[in-house]
């Protein structure tokens, strides 16, 4: 079981990635609206997994993700976008996530993707 954290600019993204965990033995322990949120809830939260939105206002998820693991090395980010360009993508591993999925959620790569950053 993972405690997770849910970042994502949109309620209605948030939701379904909290339906598909919630079929799971894992539990979201709570929710950002876009990076600067994520880093705080991160700091007070500890979650075992983010999955963290790219494009989102006030902070990126690319800026977020870089804020957290120089602050938490051992942090483990799934990055989550509509876009499935290959250098955001290139991004997002080189700042040190440990997968990428892209929107919309499908329940078995969203599965597949955790499974494997926790290991």
């Keep these: 079981m993972a405690r997770i954290l849910i970042v994502d600019d949109k309620s209605l993204m ?5 339906a598909i965990l919630n ?10 609206e ?6 705080q809830l991160f700091k007070e939260l500890k979650p075992d997994m983010v999955t ?3 494009t989102m206002p006030k902070m990126s998820g690319l800026e ?5 693991r120089r602050d938490f090395p051992e942090a483990k980010v ?10 955001i ?3 997002a591993i080189e700042a040190g996530a ?18 494997r950053a926790l290991k």
């Design 14 to 18: 948030r939701n379904t990635l909290k």
């Design 34 to 39: 876009n990076g600067m949120e994520a880093i």
């Design 23 to 32: 079929k799971t033995d894992h539990v979201v322990v709570g929710e950002a």
């Design 78 to 87: 799934i990055m989550c976008s509509a876009m499935g360009q290959q250098k």
């Design 89 to 91: 993508i290139m991004e």
């Design 64 to 68: 977020a993700i870089k804020v957290i």
């Design 52 to 54: 963290m939105d790219i």
């Design 98 to 115: 440990k997968d990428f999925i892209v929107k919309p959620f499908d329940d078995c790569r969203v599965m597949e993707a955790l499974n």
